[in-house]
């Protein structure tokens, strides 16, 4: 949860921050709120944080506000420390450059956080409230908080830091899906066969998985039929066809992706 935490606040340090591209979530707002005010960063994102964590207390219990507390005080403080370590460095200029790499390393921070089992608290919660009281689509609610976040910071930002702010939320959108299906990539192999019994043995002995006998009958020919079902990992995929198809060359095989299995 610190080392997420840690590289999402580099990630904003180095690349977000020199570009002046438009944020989301309590950073978002400590952008608008710096731009008015003149507040520091790190600082209002630790307040906003903390009254979160107190509301997500208060309302959703003590079990919620524990996995949030980390992640409510490591990010502000992580980002004030490399503000003061780093100073005004600055490693590109180039705004693609910077959305695209703010993109990669906030998502893949809020994925190691998430993965490790912590919220990300923050604006979130605000979501969580809103679906606990009101039945408000989670998702629906971030999309509207996020939008307006984004929308505020129009107010002073270009046309372009603004569009290239919406291409950041989408990559690391993208890379936080990708980072938290990592190493859950299987798929699912359902095989429609005479010989199923004959596919069923050699996938238990060749490929040392194991796998369930479905039992149908055939849509247009009603006669009964048998199913081998199993699944396989992306790097057995391969070996698997090949040896289902040395069998029964006429078989009707469908693949499916399986985003989790347990």
Known sequence: VLLGN???????KLFLLPAGLAATGTTGIALLLEHLFGLPISATVLAINVIMLLLGLVLLGKQFALTT????????????CFDRLLGDLVLTEDIFLCSLCAGLGVGLALGIAIRAGASTGGMDIVSLLLNRFFRVSVSGSMYVIDMAILLSQALYSTPEQVLYGVFYVIVYTVVLDKVLM???GCTEIKVISKKAEAIRTAILRDIDRGCTMLYGQGGYSSQPTQVVMSVVSSRELAKTERLIHAIDPECFIILSKASEVQ
Not at 6 to 12: D, F, M, N, R
Not at 69 to 80: I, N, Q, T
Request: proline letters at 5%; one cysteine or more.
């Open 6 to 12: 840690v590289l999402c606040a580099l990630s904003i």
């Open 69 to 80: 507390l980390v992640s409510s005080f490591a990010y502000p403080v992580a980002l004030e």
């Open 182 to 184: 990592l190493g859950n």
